[in-house]
Nanobody, 127 residues
Framework: QVQPVESGGGLVQAGDSLRLSCVTSGRTFSNYAMGWFRQAPGKERQFVAGISRSGDNTYYAQSVKDRFTISRDNAKNTVYLQMNRLKPEDTAVYYC????????????????????WGQGTQVTVSS
């Protein structure tokens, strides 16, 4: 198994950028598709972005498409979430998760498809 650990959260103003990182330890990183989820206060956790094991394929929630970019560096066991043009509604705890679902090019999106989760990092966007 792998253990994801997120970092990079913080307090920013609307329109700013932030990059989250997630380093995993344990088994071979390239064996896992990776995803980012977020949970705002009083709301359910929701999918934000996902990337296949190969790194060739990505998928985004409509609310972040064209503003957020997910990428991975298999040599560093790290997945990133570059967040641009942040909005107050992006405020949430962001979670990194690893999945063994699907093949090398598959991007999982459902929370049930992810088996290993980090503890989360807080992102707060002020207006």
């Amino acid at each position: 198994q792998v253990q994801p650990v997120e970092s990079g959260g913080g307090l920013v103003q609307a329109g700013d950028s932030l990059r989250l990182s997630c380093v995993t330890s344990g088994r071979t990183f390239s064996n896992y598709a990776m995803g980012w989820f977020r949970q705002a206060p009083g709301k359910e956790r929701q999918f934000v972005a996902g990337i296949s094991r190969s790194g060739d394929n990505t998928y985004y929630a409509q609310s972040v498409k064209d503003r957020f970019t997910i990428s991975r560096d298999n040599a560093k066991n790290t997945v990133y979430l570059q967040m641009n043009r942040l909005k107050p509604e992006d405020t949430a705890v962001y979670y990194c998760a690893a999945s063994t679902s699907g093949n090398y090019y598959y991007v999982p999106r459902g929370e049930y498809q992810f088996h290993y989760w980090g503890q989360g990092t807080q992102v707060t966007v002020s207006s």
